[in-house]
């Protein structure tokens, strides 16, 4: 669902669509119009679970207190964002931290799970944050 809803934010613009795909036309409105961040909830689910599990598996504590702190600034930020569409600044902040951070461990371990899982969602959503910030006309003072 994550993905999802991603992708369509993504490639869910007017140059892309043609009448033929009204259905994909009308999802893409559905979540456009949408005034909750589920994409950002998803990611910050998905953050603190990572966290939660890799106590579960490995007993790691320090692996439970980051996917909880993360998790809950991820969440923090999907909630500024559903409040006020213009309030990236937290959820950018976290993904891009996690981007290098994890980026940074799945480059020396080469192991897919979970540094690069965690690497990926983080830079897809930088990538969903920043065109989020490249769309939105700038307000004049």
Same mark, same amino acid.
């Given at each position: 669902?994550?993905?999802?809803?991603?992708?369509?934010?993504?490639?869910?613009?007017?140059?892309?669509?043609?009448?033929?795909?009204?259905?994909?036309?009308?999802?893409?409105?559905?979540?456009?119009?949408?005034?909750?961040?589920?994409?950002?909830?998803?990611? /910050? =689910?998905?953050? $603190?679970?990572?966290?939660?599990? !890799?106590?579960?598996?490995? *007993? %790691?504590?320090?692996?439970?207190? &980051? #996917?909880?702190?993360?998790?809950?600034?991820?969440?923090?930020?999907?909630?500024?964002?559903?409040?006020?569409?213009?309030?990236?600044?937290?959820?950018? /902040? =976290?993904?891009? $931290?996690?981007?290098?951070?994890? !980026?940074?461990?799945?480059? *020396? %371990?080469?192991?897919?799970?979970? &540094? #690069?899982?965690?690497?990926?969602?983080?830079?897809?959503?930088?990538?969903?944050?920043?065109?989020?910030?490249?769309?939105?006309?700038?307000?004049?003072?």
């Amino acid at each position: 669902m994550f993905v999802q809803l991603l992708f369509v934010q993504l490639f869910c613009n007017d140059s892309v669509l043609n009448d033929s795909d009204r259905l994909f036309h009308d999802t893409c409105a559905f979540v456009s119009n949408m005034s909750v961040d589920w994409v950002g909830y998803g990611y /910050a =689910t998905l953050v $603190a679970s990572g966290g939660v599990i !890799g106590y579960v598996k490995a *007993g %790691s504590v320090p692996s439970l207190a &980051a #996917g909880l702190l993360f998790g809950g600034l991820a969440g923090f930020g999907a909630y500024q964002i559903s409040n006020d569409p213009n309030n990236v600044w937290v959820s950018l /902040a =976290t993904s891009g $931290a996690l981007t290098a951070l994890m !980026g940074k461990r799945f480059y *020396g %371990s080469r192991k897919f799970m979970p &540094a #690069g899982l965690m690497a990926g969602a983080s830079l897809l959503m930088v990538g969903k944050l920043s065109l989020a910030l490249l769309q939105k006309p700038a307000e004049s003072s």
